[in-house]
């Protein structure tokens, strides 16, 4: 048996999906990625059904299309937003303040003016200095407090070092939001992308469960919410448990902490909603061996971490890539098209590509739909930023 992987599409999309994509893409020049907004709705549906009780706040950063968000809007989601200029993308399609939380800690006082005074009134914090702004440009506001996770291990794109604060200092900083007038409204926070333990949500729940204890016993605040944030599965070539399981397992573990007293449940979708949608399709650029005995084979290709696969960096995500050819496999490392080394995909994954692999053969990089257009480059080495069509 082959130590490679082959990549069978039938585990990925239903073969109609995969054909009416293939169709569309086979006359356009490449890269580009082809996203199928009924595979979107199909996963919004399903993970309102899944946690019937939970508002979802699409992540915008996953991928901003108006295709995608006039979707989103029309099906009643809410926005998750990282800066004025996501702002923008979603008032621009005339969805209001009230369905917008912005979710970023890190933010400019010129900007929390701006969303406050176009009647946002969600903000989310995890510092001092922050919730001191916020009390002054954005007074009265609700406010909730992000705490850093564990489990960052089992993410495959772990979120959390560079965001949230110790439990001791999320339950001071509502302490303090209340002193200088903002509503103490929750507690968020985000076990990683891709996060594969899904115990990673009990311990975090059970976290904030004693924040909400302590805050009513010693201060009369009642926290009224809990953003369990995203970090939901997509398909690529390791698998994961199915929404499903994640969502009786999450829902097991809030009434385990607080019983059938549940505060107001947030989500924050962004990966698990719009990767399955989407195929990224490639061209081989070149095939090479670095010297006459190498074993293995350079595969260069016309997209790269500049240009849309900036989530192989340390080959984090490992996305299923899919040929047409039928051969063997062997062992390849798979590059970008830049004058720049660290432009290299996987170098040591073992990823196995069929033997017979040619110059000018299509790449289908399955899985593709979320971080790979918000994340290419406008002009590196000249190379425009990745195209995308949406069916
Ligand atoms: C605050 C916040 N919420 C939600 C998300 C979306 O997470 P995921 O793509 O794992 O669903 C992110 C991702 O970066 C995030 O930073």
Redesign the pocket.
């Known amino acids: 048996m082959s130590q490679f992987q082959a990549i069978d599409v039938a585990e990925y999309y239903d073969s109609n999906t995969f054909e009416r994509i293939k169709s569309f893409a086979q006359d356009r020049p490449t890269p580009f990625v082809v996203i199928d907004t009924q595979i979107i709705a199909k996963q919004y549906d399903e993970m309102v059904t899944q946690f019937p009780y939970a508002s979802v706040y699409y992540?915008v950063?996953?991928n901003p299309a108006e295709e995608v968000l006039s979707l989103l809007r029309d099906k009643g989601a809410n926005f998750?937003i990282?800066s004025i200029y996501e702002l923008d993308m979603v008032t621009d399609i005339g969805v209001t303040s009230d369905r917008v939380s912005y979710?970023?800690t890190i933010k400019k006082r010129i900007d929390v003016r701006a969303f406050y005074q176009r009647g946002v009134r969600m903000f989310?914090s995890d510092s001092e200095a922050d919730i001191r702004m916020l009390a002054e440009e954005a007074p009265g506001a609700k406010v909730y407090v992000r705490i850093l996770t564990e489990a960052t291990d089992t993410a495959d794109?772990p979120?959390s070092r560079k965001?949230g604060c110790h439990n001791e200092m999320a339950y001071e900083l509502l302490v303090l939001a209340k002193s200088l007038g903002l509503k103490p409204h929750g507690i968020?926070f985000?076990v990683g992308?891709?996060?594969r333990d899904i115990s990673a949500w009990d311990s975090a729940i059970g976290k904030v469960k004693g924040i909400f204890e302590r805050l009513k016993n010693e201060h009369n605040i009642q926290l009224k919410m809990i953003n369990l944030?995203?970090?939901?599965p997509a398909n690529y070539i390791d698998k994961t448990n199915a929404l499903a399981t994640y969502a009786q397992q999450i829902s097991g573990f809030l009434t385990a902490h607080f019983n059938d007293e549940l505060p107001e449940i947030i989500l924050?979708?962004?990966?698990?909603l719009l990767s399955n949608a989407g195929i990224l399709v490639s061209e081989v650029v070149l095939i090479s061996k670095k010297s006459y005995t190498a074993t293995e084979r350079w595969v260069f290709t016309d997209v790269g971490k500049f240009s849309g696969l900036i989530e192989t960096m340390d080959e984090a995500i490992k996305f299923p890539i899919y040929t047409e050819r039928k051969g063997a496999l062997d062992k390849c490392v798979i590059a970008g098209p830049t004058c720049d080394s660290a432009d290299i995909m996987y170098e040591h994954y073992r990823y196995g590509l069929p033997v017979d692999l040619a110059i000018g053969d299509r790449m289908y990089w399955l899985t593709a739909g979320?971080?790979t257009t918000t994340y290419s480059a406008v002009c590196f080495n000249g190379f425009p930023p990745l195209k995308d069509y949406y069916l």
């Open positions: 992540a950063k996953a998750d990282a979710g970023n989310a794109w979120l965001f968020s985000h992308s891709q996060q944030g995203g970090g939901f924050e979708p962004g990966r698990s979320a971080y």
